[in-house]
């Protein structure tokens, strides 16, 4: 697989490789961590020369998948196979011709977006199905400086409708397929008619610093010093907060702003990694997710009563029970197992909840030193 960093290059120069590159091979997918820039390059490439752009929809990195014109209407032409569909014409089975086209279409969003066995998988089916046909793909990975990438996810919502809205023009022009629905930031108002650009609606997560009520930059700040400021928040504002640790073995180091939710459940933890950390689909065991930071990712985030008790109570599965609620979620204890993080609670009063026992403890000790100190200046 190549490598294009497109941090050390502009964009002109970027796409004018990226089209080399597709005029010699007729399958090109670009891989590489959120903000390298496979998308807004892909758009970008995009000419009477393209046939599909085909993208997954799950988080973390998805590939992108452009195939050349020539070869994407001689793979609409080929037949892939007959598959049986769970319908019967009287007595008899119903069959519906499949294309190497519609496979392809197919492994994108199957392999990527249901059964998650990442990017690696991704190329290494489209490259067994297209090499039949005379077409051997490209992978191409993007990748970009640490400081490139968190620039641009923090930025990303800014031009997210000029984006899509050009995609949407190219393909009416060019007739070009794409599946995409959305971008971070922008999605396609109809996707049948692939017409018309909005902003996610405020209940909806555009996976953008457009869920957060607002940032707070860490710069200078102690952990000590955020956890207070993440407690103030819980206590005078009732609203979620959290930030990003990264455990090596030089110590423990924030690695993010303290982020601030709206009077809702903002997902932060989610789109904190997904900003200033970056996960790829790459499946190793039952982890589905890999994020390329050396050393062990913490997610400190506030419990906001309004928000999680609602969601609890609300469940008829869970019985009646005079002990005191679990302020670390099954949301949180997944996302641990998931992501291989460590994740940390704390409610407003000081009570601490982490997946790490060992953690659990090192942020008591701190949290009580806090409600110490304050309870010293008040005397």
């Not at 820039?37 to 393209?50: F, R």
């Not at 923090?154 to 995409?180: C, F, M, V, W």
């Not at 996976?207 to 400021?229: E, V």
């Not at 601030?260 to 200033?276: A, F, R, W």
Request: aromatic residues 6%; negative net charge; charged residues 30%.
């Amino acid at each position: 697989m190549e490598i294009l960093d497109t941090s050390a290059r502009s964009k002109e120069e970027s796409v004018n490789i990226l089209a080399g590159e597709l005029e010699k091979n007729p399958v090109l997918i670009l891989t590489g961590p959120q903000g390298g820039g496979k998308t807004t390059l892909a758009i970008l490439l995009l000419s009477e020369n393209v046939g599909a752009y085909l993208e997954g929809r799950a988080r973390a990195a998805q590939p992108v998948v452009l195939i050349r014109k020539d070869f994407a209407q001689r793979f609409k032409k080929e037949l892939y196979e007959k598959r049986k569909l769970p319908i019967f014409d009287g007595d008899e089975p119903v069959y519906a011709e499949v294309s190497v086209y519609d496979q392809i279409k197919l492994l994108v969003e199957n392999i990527f977006d249901i059964t998650e066995l990442g990017e690696q998988e991704l190329v290494k089916q489209i490259s067994l199905l297209t090499k039949k046909y005379g077409a051997v793909p490209k992978s191409i990975e993007l990748i970009a400086s640490d400081e490139e990438l968190v620039k641009r996810r923090l930025a990303r919502h800014l031009d997210a409708k000029e984006r899509l809205s050009s995609l949407l023009q190219k393909e009416k022009k060019y007739g070009i397929e794409s599946n995409l629905w959305g971008i971070q930031g922008a999605k396609v108002t109809d996707i049948i008619n692939r017409n018309g650009v909005s902003d996610y609606s405020e209940d909806q997560i555009s996976r953008t610093i457009k869920d957060f009520d607002r940032i707070i930059p860490t710069k200078g700040l102690t952990l000590r010093n955020c956890l207070q400021k993440m407690i103030d928040i819980s206590n005078n504002e009732n609203k979620e907060s959290g930030f990003l640790v990264l455990h090596t073995d030089e110590g423990e180091k924030i690695i993010s702003d303290i982020v601030v939710g709206k009077h809702k459940n903002s997902l932060i933890g989610v789109t904190l990694l997904e900003i200033y950390v970056g996960f790829r689909q790459n499946r190793s065991l039952y982890r589905a997710y890999k994020h390329t930071k050396e050393g062990k990712l913490e997610v400190i985030h506030s419990y906001t009563p309004t928000l999680q008790e609602l969601a609890f109570l609300a469940n008829p599965w869970i019985p009646p029970s005079s002990e005191p609620m679990n302020i670390i979620s099954t949301a949180d204890i997944s996302a641990s197992e998931r992501f291989d993080l460590t994740v940390s609670v704390i409610e407003a009063d000081g009570r601490v909840e982490s997946s790490n026992k060992k953690r659990k403890k090192e942020l008591e000790v701190i949290i009580s030193e806090l409600i110490e100190d304050v309870q010293l200046a008040h005397q």
